[in-house]
Nanobody, 126 residues
Framework: QVQLVESGGGLVQAGGSLRLSCAASGRTFSSYDMAWFRQDPGKEVEFVAA????????TYADSLRGRFTISRDNVKTTLYLQMNNLKPEDTAVYYC???????????????????WGQGTQVTVSS
């Protein structure tokens, strides 16, 4: 089992940057593919980005590619999301999630992720 705690959210003006962190407990962090999702109230959970166990493979939502960067530090057992050139439509609660991979394909479906953090609010003002 792994416990996830997000941090780094806040209020930022459009065009600004934030870096989210997701601290994982336990010694098995490197066994999990990790991902970021987000959810705006009243909307469905949206895939943001995912990264493989080793960090060697990543995938992004097409609309976010180029602005967001996912990374991980398996020694620090921490997942990151660097968000640049933020837009008001990026406003949401951001969640990190973990899943034990069954293949080399990174999964974008939220239902496949078994461990979730509590979320961190990101608000982008215009």
């Amino acid at each position: 089992q792994v416990q996830l705690v997000e941090s780094g959210g806040g209020l930022v003006q459009a065009g600004g940057s934030l870096r989210l962190s997701c601290a994982a407990s336990g010694r098995t962090f490197s066994s999990y593919d990790m991902a970021w999702f987000r959810q705006d109230p009243g909307k469905e959970v949206e895939f943001v980005a995912a990264i493989s166990r080793s960090g060697g493979s990543t995938t992004y939502a097409d609309s976010l590619r180029g602005r967001f960067t996912i990374s991980r530090d398996n020694v620090k057992t921490t997942l990151y999301l660097q968000m640049n050139n933020l837009k008001p439509e990026d406003t949401a609660v951001y969640y990190c999630a973990a899943q034990r991979p069954t293949s080399t394909v990174l999964i974008r479906r939220a239902e496949s992720y078994i461990y979730w953090g509590q979320g961190t609010q990101v608000t982008v003002s215009s």
